[in-house]
Structure formats: structure tokens, C-alpha cells
């Protein structure tokens, strides 16, 4: 029998933002932006409005390293005088007829909150700064501030201009993306990324006191440096959040099996391996909540980009199967363990064409998008949690678990990671007892079950009403939400 223990306690809040997705245009490497957006009705697809408000984020954030050479004002005003634009990394060329309006439209449309990242000066990356094709497309503090301006002044002449009326209001600016991770001389240092990130929070912040800013303070690639600690002190009262990615998920063995279809051939090494991974992600946040917390411990991290990178290039079909959703459940499990800090998370890009790692998968035209593994653990945690963070205990190191709470009703996140054998469970209450207890679970009876277009179904929560929090059957490899109405 395993115990599992809450506290029913509220101990902190838990973002607005916290289960973010994250999206990029990527070129022609997967169609991603542009393949979301119907041309031939201009607008965003019905169908892609339908499976994000299913998915149910808290938070989409624009961005990635498009904004290192992407310039804002191209992507507003009339669509047929919008200026395209050299996608400069994910090659191709972006006809910006997905801009800031349409981002910001799309957000409102499926109830999340928009998270704008803006063009530091390229990040200090020369091949932006000085392009192949001779462009200059670093941005200013300026440009950053007269974004903010658009979105947020109620009397923004430019907006108004290009036809809406009403401001976003948009709260939450990212200043820097992967800033740190080119090699030494391809980017800024650590120190210049402080100085730039206090002038283009002076500068943003001047137009709007009352937003939310994120610095980059993630470890240099090549010395595994933190760079969070110059950020904090050049940035003074001028930063909310400390910026940094959850990359290089990857195999680490020399002869892997997370390669190809490997993986089929030896579940439990694949299990192995996969566990080697979730103790790097780990890890780094530990360590990045050490960092932080000792250079300001009113700070909070957000984890705006991650996801496992194995062989084939976020294309591996593992990702499809519902191994990789115990893998992502265990991963976002930590996370809400540590919402105390974690403001903004994620688990994968968001959609696409044809990238297992994105959260929805479009696929080939005319058929319907759908959650990927990863989207579904992110949708069931997210439409089944509270306001407020619990603390929350198992007895059994494969059972884990974290909770929360809203007004009367705590919700408990149990994943099994165990691939073969089911376990008997208590939860047990501090100080409450239960009224009614629901529970949501997803559970297939394959590791391999995987999700296309023709099996849609396979990862379908059940949901059914449990009699007491005693000897609960809880099946292998599986994925649970206990709805728990606590007695007056």
C-alpha cells in the first residue's frame, strides 16, 4: 500500500500563466504559424481555435529566436502592405500576415494570457545584426517601448490607426531569448546582457509601470555559467522573472535507444534513459532555483521553452506514444512541485505540421489537429487544478504527486511511473475529510498506444466517481487527477 500524504493547507498561489504554450514562426522547417491560419477565409482556423480552447492554456507566449531578427512594425497594419520577412533561422520567408494583431486576437480567442517577447537588439548575434542579405534587424530599446505603447496605451495613435480601438493590455514582456546559449563571440556576454536588459526595462517600463518583465538568466553553453546573477543586480526593481529554457532533453548514452525505433526493441533501457534525462531536468532546476533564490529570493523563474530533442529531430515517434506522456506527466509533476517559484512553465512547442515535439499536431491539409501526448498530460493537469499549491507526499518514489487547491476543492496529480505493475493508494488529508471524490484519468493499456488521425479516442480521460481515499486501485503507467470536495 502506498500513502499518500496532503497537507490541505493553502501555502502560495499559483500563476496565472503557469501551463504556457509557446509560439514561433519556424519557416520551412515546420509550417507551424503560417499552417494555422486559413488564407483562403483570413483568419485563424476553426478548427485550431477548437483544439487550443480544448488544451486550455493559461498562457501563450510569442517569441523564440524569431524575435532575435524580427521587426514588429512589418507584421501591423493593412495585410497587403505588411512587409515580408527573411526567416533568417527556420529559413524561407514569413509574409507577416501573422503579426502582432492576430497573436494577440488569437490569445483573447482562446481565453489565455499573451506573453510578448520583443527584439534585443539580436541578442548581440552578429548574423542578425548583420545579415547575409545586408539587413541590419536588431531592435532598440525604443522599438521594445513603442510596443508596449501599442498594445497597452489606451491612446496609442498607431494602434487606432491600424484599426483597433480597445488596447490588449498585455502584462507579461520577455526581454532576451536563449541569449546565452551561441558559442562565446556569437552573442552577448553575460554582463552585456544585464546592462541591455536594464535599458530596455527603463525604457519599457517608462510606457507601462505595471508590467511584468522576464530577464535571461540561463547557464552559457560552453561553461555552464549562470548568468542570472549579473541579470539581478543590473536589473534592481526592474525584473519579475528570471528566463530560462529546459533544452537539451536528450539522450545521453553512447549506444542509445532513444534513436530512431530503437526504443521499441527494449522499454525498460528506453524507461532507463528517459529516466537519466528527467534527473538532468531536475537538476538544472534546482540549481536554477539555488541561483535565484540567492540573488533575490522575491524573484520567480519562468521556463518558456522545452522539450525533449532525440533522433530523429523532434520528429522521433516515441513522442506519439504514451511512454513519452508518463515522461511529461513526471516532468510537469515537478514543475508544480515548485510552483512556488515556477511562474510560467512548459513542456513543448506548441503546433505544427509535422514536429512530435509540439503540443498539437496540425498534419497534412484538410486533417484535423489534434494533442499530442505531451498536450494531453498539459491539458488534463491544467482543466483539473487549483489557485493554490499544496504540499504533497508519496510513500512510493514510482508513485508521484503534487496538489492544489481551490476554495473547497483540492485536486491530487498521481502519475504511476511504474510501466508494469499497478498500486494500491491512500490519500491521506491533514486536518479534512472528503464529501465527494472524482476521479479523471488517462490509462491506455499500452506503453506503444499512440495518436493519430485515425485513432483520436486512445488518449481519452475517463472519468469516474470513487467511494472512499482508501485502498485506491491505481493502474500501471498512468495518469490520474483526484477531484476531491472536502467535507464541511
Known amino acids: 500500500m502506498t500513502s499518500i500524504q496532503v497537507d490541505v493547507s493553502p501555502r502560495h498561489e499559483i500563476s496565472p500563466r503557469f501551463y504556457m504554450q509557446f509560439m514561433e514562426p519556424l519557416g520551412t522547417t515546420d509550417s507551424s504559424v503560417e499552417a494555422c491560419w486559413d488564407i483562403l477565409e483570413d483568419k485563424w482556423r476553426d478548427d485550431f481555435i477548437g483544439v487550443v480552447r480544448d488544451l486550455a492554456p493559461s498562457s ?51 481565453g489565455a494570457e499573451p506573453i510578448m517577447a520583443i527584439n534585443f537588439a539580436a541578442d548581440g548575434r552578429p548574423e542578425y545584426i548583420n545579415t547575409a542579405r545586408g539587413e541590419n534587424r536588431s531592435g532598440d530599446a525604443q522599438e521594445a517601448a513603442d510596443l508596449v505603447s501599442y498594445c497597452n496605451d489606451p491612446d496609442n495613435v498607431e494602434r487606432k490607426a491600424n484599426g483597433r480601438e480597445k488596447p490588449w493590455n498585455v502584462r507579461t514582456w520577455q526581454i532576451g531569448n536563449e541569449t546565452s546559449y551561441p558559442k562565446a563571440g556569437e552573442r552577448f556576454t553575460s554582463k552585456e546582457n544585464a546592462r541591455h536588459y536594464r535599458e530596455f526595462a527603463d525604457a519599457m517600463r517608462a510606457r507601462d509601470p505595471n508590467i511584468l518583465l522576464i530577464g535571461w538568466g540561463d547557464m552559457e553553453r560552453d561553461t555552464d555559467a549562470w548568468w542570472a546573477g549579473d541579470l539581478v543586480e543590473a536589473a534592481g526593481d526592474q525584473i519579475d522573472m528570471v528566463a530560462l529554457h529546459m533544452m537539451n532533453q536528450q539522450a545521453r548514452e553512447k549506444d542509445t535507444v532513444l534513436r530512431g525505433r530503437r526504443y521499441r526493441d527494449d522499454v525498460g533501457q528506453t524507461w532507463r534513459e528517459l529516466d537519466g534525462i528527467y534527473r538532468a531536468v531536475e537538476t538544472k532546476l534546482l540549481n536554477a532555483r539555488a541561483v535565484v533564490s540567492k540573488a533575490n529570493p522575491k524573484l520567480k523563474l519562468a521556463i518558456t521553452e522545452g522539450h525533449l530533442s532525440l533522433e530523429p529531430h523532434n520528429k522521433i515517434e516515441l513522442l506519439r506514444e504514451w511512454l513519452s506522456g508518463i515522461y511529461h506527466a513526471r516532468c510537469l509533476t515537478l514543475f508544480e512541485q515548485h510552483s512556488d517559484i515556477i511562474d510560467i512553465c512548459t513542456l513543448a512547442d506548441f503546433a505544427g505540421t509535422s514536429w512530435t515535439v509540439n503540443a498539437v499536431l496540425l498534419g497534412s491539409p484538410r486533417e484535423q489537429p489534434y494533442l499530442l501526448p505531451v498536450g494531453h498530460v498539459m491539458r488534463l493537469f491544467k482543466t483539473q487544478s487549483g489557485t493554490h499549491g499544496l504540499k504533497a507526499d508519496s510513500a512510493n518514489e514510482a508513485v508521484v504527486v503534487s496538489a492544489s487547491r481551490s476554495g473547497n476543492t483540492v485536486y491530487v496529480h498521481v502519475t504511476n511511473t511504474d510501466l508494469e505493475n499497478s498500486a494500491l493508494v491512500d490519500i491521506e488529508l491533514r486536518d479534512a475529510s472528503a464529501a465527494g471524490i472524482t476521479c479523471h484519468r488517462i490509462a491506455p493499456d499500452q506503453l506503444d498506444a499512440a495518436i493519430d488521425t485515425t485513432n483520436l479516442d486512445v488518449f481519452a480521460v475517463q472519468q469516474s466517481s470513487v467511494p472512499a481515499l482508501t485502498g485506491i486501485a491505481l493502474p500501471k503507467a498512468s495518469v490520474s487527477v483526484y477531484v476531491i470536495e472536502l467535507a464541511a
Open 60 to 110: 501563450i507566449r510569442w517569441g523564440g529566436i524569431l524575435t532575435s531578427f524580427w521587426k514588429w512594425r512589418e507584421s501591423v497594419g493593412a495585410p497587403e502592405q505588411r512587409q515580408p520577412m527573411f526567416n533568417y533561422l527556420w529559413g524561407g520567408v514569413e509574409t507577416n500576415r501573422v503579426g502582432v494583431h492576430e497573436f494577440l486576437d488569437f490569445c483573447e480567442a482562446v
